[in-house]
């Protein structure tokens, strides 16, 4: 006689098994976790307290710097309530006599500088007589500049008047000092001049004249 197996019963016995083999699994799971815990809880290291300091710093107090008082106020005057002060007390005027007053001083002179004339204009200049080089025989070279070996050209401004004669001189380029600007103006008036014509008439005027100073 055959036996037919029933195949919901077998079913039922599959998923049962199948349930037991999770709950096997899920247990021997949970002891492997159990056991690894307390091998980690073993390898904890305490650690040593860590003191910690405070330090407390004092800090200084701030100082209030006083300022200096505001101005006082300019004060007011006030009626007077004196009734010794007449109401109509007033100032008795003071008379000035100006005529006693000295005359002011007079404006000073203006001293008239001939070397800023206005420049005269001429037919024929002024010559020295026997030329120029008649300036420079007179010319005596000073002992200072010759040492010195000092050479060059003195230029003087000269004004020569109508009759000749040398009534002022100039220096307009000079050597320094050491005589040459002396010596030039001594060679220059040691020599007699015909005075400057305008239209045949002599007339006062300025002229420049170098003076050469060199050694031989």
Known sequence: MIIRQNPKASLQLKSKKTMEVALIISLALLVIVFQAWKRIDRDVQTVD???????????????????????SRPSIPIESEDEDIPDDATIETTDIDLTELPPPPPPPEEEVDESAQIFVAYDEPPQPIGGFPAIQRNLKYPEIARKAGVEGRVVVNVLIDENGRVVD???????????????????????????????DKPVKVWVGIPVVFMLK
Do not use: F, M
């Open 169 to 199: 001189a100039k220096i307009l380029k000079s050597l320094g000092n050491n005589g040459c600007d002396e010596a030039a103006i001594e060679a220059i008036k040691s020599v007699k001049w015909k005075p400057a014509k305008q239209r």
């Open 49 to 71: 307290k860590v003191e910690v300091e405070i330090e407390v710093t004092e800090v200084p107090q701030t100082e209030q710097q006083q300022r200096a008082p505001a101005p």
